[in-house]
C-alpha cells in the first residue's frame, strides 16, 4: 500500500483543529480527486488518513483493534477543572426522546419518512452524496478518533443532536431522536420489532444479494431502507446498498445475535462504576460493541452511521451516560481518559468537538449536560 502524501496534513486536520475556521481543505473534495484520477491502483490507494491506513491493515474490522483502552495516570476519575457554567434557564422545556417502540405508528413513520427524506437531500458542502451520506462521512472522519478514549461519549452526544437538528430544518421533522433499548430484546435480538419491514428499520440482510463488504452480510431486501443507496464505504467513495449480516454467537442459531452483553443486569452493573473512564471503557466494550459487531456490515464499519440504526444505538448509549450523570450532581463535570485514539495525553473538558461542516466545534464542556447549553432534552 502507498504511504498517503496527505496524511499528516489530515492528521493535523483531525487531531489539532484549534478553531472551526480553519475548514479551508475539504477531504471530501480530496477524496474525490483521488477516486476520480485513480487507473491501475486498488482502492487501498484512495485511502485519506492515518485511521484509513489502520482499518486497511485490520481488515476493516473493529474486532481487531486491542480490547482494552489505554489507560493514562489515574487521577481518581475526577476532572481537574472546577464545574464550568450551567445555564438551566435555557432550557426549561426539555424534549423527550422515546423508546422506538413507545411512539405511535404514525411517529414511527413520521422519523422514518424524514430519515429518508435526509437520505434524498443533497450535501450542502460537497458535490456528491446527501446530508445523509455527509454524517456517516463526519462520523468514520471524526467520530472514529473518539472511540476508545474520553471523547466518545461528549463527541457522539453532539453529533446526535446535529443529526437531529438536520431532520428538522431539511425535513420537518417535529418529534425527538427516539432510542433503541435493547435490553428489552436481550433475549432474542433479532426479532427486535427495530427491525420490522413496515415500522423498523428493515432485518437482516437477506441472503440474495451478496454486500460489497466481503464480509458474509448481505443487502437488507425489506424494510423502508431497501433501495437506499449509501455512497462511503470506510474512507473510500463505493455506492452500494445497506447491508447486515446477523452474527451468530456462542450457543445461539444462526442469524441470532447474542444479548449477552445488553441484558439488563449488564447495564445496572455499568451503572454502578464510579469513575467516567471506567463507564465509558465498558459501555463501549459490552454494548457498544455487541451491537455494532453483532448486525454486522455496514454497522460493523468505521462508516457504520451508514445504517439508520446508528442513531437509536447511540441514543441509548447516550441514555446510559446519563442514566449514569442523574446519580450524582458533580458527574455532569467528570470527564476523563485520552484525548483520542491515536492520542497519548489526557483528555481535558476544555478540548474542541470537531463536526466539519455539519456544525460548529465545541468544547467538550458543552456536551456534559443535555438541560444545558445548546442541548435542551431527556430521556
Ligand atoms: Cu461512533
Request: net charge negative; proline share 5%; hydrophobic share 40%.
Given at each position: 500500500m502507498e504511504a498517503n502524501p496527505n496524511s499528516s496534513e489530515e492528521d493535523k486536520l483531525l487531531e489539532s483543529r484549534s478553531s472551526e475556521e480553519d475548514s479551508t481543505a475539504d477531504p471530501t473534495d480530496r477524496l474525490l480527486q483521488q477516486h476520480q484520477s485513480q487507473r491501475k491502483c486498488n482502492w487501498h490507494t484512495f485511502t485519506i488518513s492515518g485511521l484509513t491506513v489502520a482499518l486497511v491493515a485490520s481488515n476493516l474490522l473493529w474486532a481487531s483493534f486491542p480490547t482494552t483502552i489505554r489507560e493514562p495516570p489515574f487521577n481518581g476519575g475526577k476532572s481537574a477543572l472546577p464545574r464550568t457554567h450551567t445555564h438551566f434557564d435555557t432550557c426549561s422545556k426539555p424534549v423527550l426522546r422515546r423508546e422506538w417502540?413507545?411512539?405511535?405508528q404514525h411517529e414511527q413513520l413520521a422519523y422514518l419518512g424524514a430519515v429518508i427524506c435526509l437520505a434524498n437531500t443533497p450535501s450542502r458542502s460537497r458535490s456528491i452524496g446527501s446530508i445523509y451520506d455527509d454524517f456517516a462521512f463526519v462520523h468514520m472522519q471524526i467520530g472514529a478518533h473518539t472511540h476508545e478514549a474520553a471523547p466518545f461519549f461528549p463527541w457522539h452526544r453532539m453529533f446526535l443532536h446535529l443529526w437531529e437538528q438536520h431532520l428538522h430544518d431539511f425535513c420537518g421533522f417535529e418529534g425527538a431522536l427516539p432510542y433503541w433499548d435493547w435490553t428489552l430484546d436481550w433475549?432474542?435480538?433479532?426479532?427486535?420489532?427495530?427491525?420490522?419491514?413496515v415500522t423498523g428499520f428493515g432485518g437482516d440482510g437477506g441472503h440474495i444479494i451478496a454486500s460489497a463488504l466481503d464480509d458474509g452480510s448481505s443487502c437488507v431486501g425489506d424494510g423502508p431502507f431497501r433501495d437506499l443507496e449509501l455512497l462511503y464505504m470506510n474512507s473510500t467513495i463505493q455506492r452500494h446498498c445497506l447491508a447486515r449480516g446477523f452474527i451468530r454467537y456462542e450457543?445461539?442459531?444462526?442469524?441470532h445475535i447474542s444479548g449477552n452483553h445488553v441484558r439488563p443486569s449488564a447495564v445496572a452493573r455499568l451503572l454502578d462504576q464510579e469513575h467516567y473512564y471506567h463507564l465509558n471503557n465498558a459501555t463501549q466494550w459490552e454494548m457498544h460493541n455487541a451491537i455494532h459487531w453483532g448486525l454486522r456490515g455496514d454497522f460493523s464499519q468505521w462508516s457504520s452511521a451508514n445504517d439508520p440504526i446508528f442513531y437509536l444505538h447511540h441514543a441509548q448509549l447516550d441514555r446510559i451516560w446519563w442514566l449514569w450523570q442523574q446519580k450524582r450532581a458533580s458527574r455532569s463535570t467528570e470527564y476523563y481518559g485520552l484525548k483520542s485514539r491515536q492520542s497519548e495525553e489526557t483528555a481535558s473538558i476544555q478540548d474542541l468537538l470537531h463536526y466539519l461542516e455539519l456544525g460548529s466545534s465545541i468544547p467538550v464542556s458543552e456536551a456534559m449536560q443535555v438541560d444545558a447549553g445548546t442541548l435542551c432534552y431527556r430521556y
Open positions: 417502540r413507545n411512539l405511535a433475549e432474542n435480538l433479532a426479532a427486535s420489532p427495530i427491525f420490522s419491514n450457543d445461539k442459531a444462526d442469524g
